[in-house]
């Protein structure tokens, strides 16, 4: 599977933002799918996941409660809405997709055999 990431720009702090990753193929729905960061300097962080079906989410402890991640089958694509942002949240953002159609959310970076390339979200202070 292929994946596009898309939506990362320029935010103020408080603000929001949506992102987006469309897939490719048509057995996206057999696979699980999530978000990972890079901030700069930074190693790899987890950030949200959702299973095949979108019925299972996990988040990271830094983003619970302000990022929301969702995916739309019919669409091949995977979401990511951001509120309530922190310049802590600037990174670049990944998104990255497991074979795994059970109810599983990957949390473990080395779990995603996909990844797509990155969007940048910088929020300023």
């Known amino acids: 599977v292929q994946l596009q990431a898309s939506g990362g720009g320029l935010v103020q702090a408080g603000g929001s933002l949506r992102l987006s990753c469309a897939a490719s193929g048509r057995t996206f729905s057999t696979y699980g799918m999530g978000w990972i960061r890079q901030a700069p300097g930074k190693g790899q962080e987890f950030v949200a996941a959702?299973?095949?079906?979108?019925?299972?989410?996990d988040y990271a402890d830094s983003v619970k409660g302000r990022f929301t991640i969702s995916r739309d089958n019919a669409k091949n694509t995977v979401y990511l809405q951001m509120n309530s942002l922190k310049p802590e949240d600037t990174a670049v953002y990944y998104c990255?997709?497991?074979?795994?159609?059970?109810?599983?959310?990957?949390?473990?970076?080395?779990?995603?055999?996909?990844w797509g390339q990155g969007t940048l979200v910088t929020v300023s202070s």
């Open positions: 990255a997709a497991q074979k795994d159609s059970t109810n599983h959310v990957a949390r473990s970076i080395q779990e995603y055999d996909f």
């Open positions: 959702v299973n095949w079906s979108g019925d299972n989410t």
